[in-house]
């Protein structure tokens, strides 16, 4: 299947932390990947902007190599990399100074989509923000788009959003969580929202439980001592888990547009529960498989960040009173898997007598790996031997169904980015939301750092702690196997 591509208007893309991380491992490959699928205006331009001196010349240098090493080998065409780096310039600029301001602002262009992406810490979005304005760059139609973390904590996410708030207005603000530019989670609003079946049953009265797992092999590795200063709730429950679980629960929106499905929302957020402490549980992984365990990596031993956190909470609302979403997710577990599971009750009496082997439908939206959804139904063993059940999944992994390659789903990020150009903020979180994220997530974290109790070890390549198991265990209710 041949994937359709709306070419978006001619733009002017600033990457302020040109050289860094997450440029050369997303930005760029994504970028170029979206110039390789026809959708960047051949006169559309990437500038840099970092306080490396570099020339232009050396810059698309780096670029180069980044598509080299992140772009898979098959995408790969010499001569389309050849004309996507005369798109790049760079500019060396400090943000906390006023050098190299003035010559950015010499070569943006007017009449086309200004975009500034601030790729760089989040305590230097103020000072960007501050010196686009002054150097008359920015005006009232740019947009800018700012990276996770979007705060440490309440007070630090409003101060954030106030210091946006005096340089640009909402509607020009982009606060990426890559999760939502996944295909699958747009997914599940389609197949929410687009189909009859799934609806009425999308509620407490048919729906036993919800499990949202986002679970990685990998450990903290060199970035140990960052995130300890995090730790599983901040870096993902907060954000990506936080947003999924909206998706899940939201009222359908009256219409596919920005503030229409960030105002649904933000009434998820703001009718979810407290969590109680014996709902949740933290963990940190033991050293192992030739590693050092989490304490190793943090540079502090006596450390209590969580690698690993599973919790209970519910949503105060008609439809989801009684249905408790869980949550976990965790570094060195024993495969890379993300999913979403919706279990669904069981049928009010069963006109079979074979009760073996009975199990409750369950909805499966897959993030990664292979991105799909699957319908585990109940149907009849095949064969003779009487009316024997058997549970199937009804699969529909988009590589299979949609017959594209897996490397046609196109990146999150890139998908993001030219949702900025196109001015479409549906995928990014309001300021309001991340707001009442916070609010929710503070009296958790708060209360874990009143105690005293230490995070439960868990040995890498296992499902987590313990105490995990037993929170679902004592409902009657188990974890689905992760699994790749
Ligand atoms: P990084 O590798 O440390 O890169 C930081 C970039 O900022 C570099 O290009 C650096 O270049 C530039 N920079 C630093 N100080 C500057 C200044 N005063 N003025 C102008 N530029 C400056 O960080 P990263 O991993 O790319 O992360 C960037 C942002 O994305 C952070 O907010 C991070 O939390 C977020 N993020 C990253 C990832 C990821 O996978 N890497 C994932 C999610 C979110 P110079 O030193 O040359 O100035």
Not at 14 to 27: C, H, M, N, P, S
Not at 139 to 154: A, Q, Y
Not at 241 to 269: G, S, T, W
Not at 368 to 396: A, F, T
């Amino acid at each position: 299947m041949v994937s359709r591509v709306i070419p978006v208007d001619t733009f002017d893309l600033v990457i302020f932390g040109g050289t860094g991380d997450l440029a050369r491992r997303k930005i760029f490959p994504g970028l170029y990947r979206r110039y390789l699928a026809g959708q960047m205006p051949p006169d559309s331009r990437i500038i840099g902007a970092a306080r490396a001196d570099l020339t232009p010349e050396a810059f698309r240098e780096t670029v180069g190599a980044a598509i080299a090493e992140f772009v898979p080998k098959d995408r790969q065409d010499p001569a389309v990399i050849a004309k996507f780096l005369t798109r790049i310039d760079y500019v060396p600029i400090d943000a906390k100074g006023d050098g190299g301001w003035t010559a950015l602002a010499d070569i943006m262009r007017d009449g086309v989509v200004r975009a500034f992406y601030f790729s760089v810490a989040p305590a230097l979005f103020g000072d960007l923000a501050e010196r686009l304005h002054k150097h008359g760059i920015a005006d009232g139609k740019s947009r800018i788009v700012v990276e996770k973390p979007f705060g440490r904590d309440l007070e630090s996410a409003q101060a954030l959003n106030a210091v946006l708030a005096s340089h640009f207005s909402e509607k020009q603000i982009y606060r990426i969580d890559h999760y939502l530019g996944k295909e699958t989670v747009q997914n599940l609003m389609a197949v929410r929202f687009a189909n009859i079946l799934f609806e009425p049953l999308w509620k407490s009265e048919f729906v036993d439980h919800v499990q949202i797992t986002v679970a990685e092999t990998v450990g903290v590795n060199g970035r140990g001592a960052y995130y300890d200063k995090s730790g599983a709730m901040r870096d993902m429950v907060q954000n990506h888990m936080m947003q999924l679980l909206c998706l899940i629960a939201m009222e359908p929106p009256y219409h596919f547009d920005p503030d229409a499905v960030r105002d649904e929302k933000l009434k998820v957020i703001r009718a979810l529960d407290p969590v109680k402490p014996e709902d949740i549980v933290r963990g940190q992984y033991l050293p192992g498989g030739g590693e050092g365990g989490y304490l190793e990596h943090a540079e502090n031993p006596a450390s209590r960040t969580e690698s690993y956190i599973a919790l209970k909470v519910g949503v105060s609302n008609w439809r989801w009173s009684g249905t408790p979403f869980y949550l976990r997710t965790g570094k060195r577990l024993r495969a890379r898997a993300s999913e979403i599971a919706i279990t669904f009750k069981a049928v009010p009496h069963s006109i079979f007598d074979d009760a073996k082997g009975w199990l409750e439908n369950v909805l499966v939206i897959r993030l990664q790996p292979n991105e799909g959804i699957n319908l585990m139904v109940m149907i009849k063993e095949p064969g003779p031997g009487g009316m024997r059940l058997m549970q199937v999944p009804l699969d529909m992994s988009f590589a299979d169904a949609l017959g594209v390659d897996a490397e046609d789903v196109s990146d999150a990020y890139e998908r993001l980015i030219m949702d900025v150009i196109r001015g479409n903020q549906t995928l990014f979180m309001r300021g309001d939301e991340v707001e009442a994220a916070w609010a929710w997530a503070d009296p958790i974290i708060d209360a874990w750092d009143a105690r005293s109790t230490r995070p439960q070890g868990y040995d890498p390549g296992s499902s987590g702690p313990e105490d995990a198991l037993m929170l679902m265990h004592r409902d009657g209710r188990r974890w689905r196997e992760i699994k790749e």
